[in-house]
């Protein structure tokens, strides 16, 4: 099935959960790391039970640290 992962449009496995992704993507520090599906924030509870379907649209949004 066809997934968008950061604006780029990759095949995936049937019933890959979000969880799962990220480790197959290779995400470095995964807590550090919010997912958004579809548009939607998705609770850290939800990764291992939300399962992609094909046409999802999936952002990893790295948390950013600075100052002054």
Do not use: C, H, W
Request: aromatic share 6%; glycine share 8%.
């Amino acid at each position: 099935m066809k997934t968008t992962i950061n604006g780029v449009e990759k095949e995936t496995d049937e019933a890959t959960s979000v969880l799962r992704l990220l480790e197959v993507e290779d995400v470095e520090s995964p807590d550090m790391v919010a997912v958004q599906l579809n548009g939607a924030i998705l609770d850290r509870s939800q990764y291992a039970d939300t399962t992609l379907k094909d046409g999802d649209v999936v952002e990893f949004l790295y948390f950013m640290g600075g100052g002054a």
